[in-house]
């Protein structure tokens, strides 16, 4: 038959909502990065991302409201310019590399790639004993 699924649109921003994007399409899944960049730079085990072809990521608001930091010629971070919320991680001349962790939309998918393992934090890990809370926040 003729019928065709609608596309799936996905929306994402910042913390503080200055920032808002829409992804449209499904996604292979999200490319973890471990290496010792993008742990300082997230503050934690590293940098979730989802990579979206440039033709299929738009902003809805705050497209000029991010801050750059060149750290090397080949590696960036850009901020929202009021909350500091990384977003994306960086862009390339085909590519939106966004922080998977600012997806309001459920994608379908887990981590389809681990980058760096070796140089993985060693607190990177359950211990046998973790605790586990169930609450979900808003
Ligand atoms: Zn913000
Ligand atoms: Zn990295």
Do not use: Q
């Not at 929306?11 to 999200?30: F, K, M, N, S, W």
């Not at 080949?74 to 939106?96: F, M, Q, S």
Request: with cysteine; proline share 5%; charged share 30%.
């Amino acid at each position: 038959m003729g019928a065709r699924r609608p596309m799936t649109i996905r929306t994402g921003g910042c913390l503080c909502g200055a920032r808002a994007y829409e992804i449209d399409g499904d996604l292979e899944g999200v490319w973890v990065c471990h290496c010792s960049l993008c742990r300082k730079a997230s503050g934690s085990i590293g940098n979730a991302i989802l990579i979206v072809p440039k033709d299929r990521f738009r902003w809805v608001k705050g497209e000029d409201h991010g801050v750059t930091f060149a750290l090397r010629p080949t590696y960036t971070i850009t901020r929202c310019k009021t909350c500091g919320t990384p977003l994306p991680a960086e862009a390339d001349a085909r590519n939106v590399y966004v922080t998977a962790g600012t997806l309001d939309t459920p994608l379908g998918k887990g981590v389809r790639t681990r980058l760096f393992c070796a140089s993985r934090a060693d607190w990177d890990r359950d211990e046998p004993d973790v605790r586990r809370f169930d609450e979900r926040s808003s």
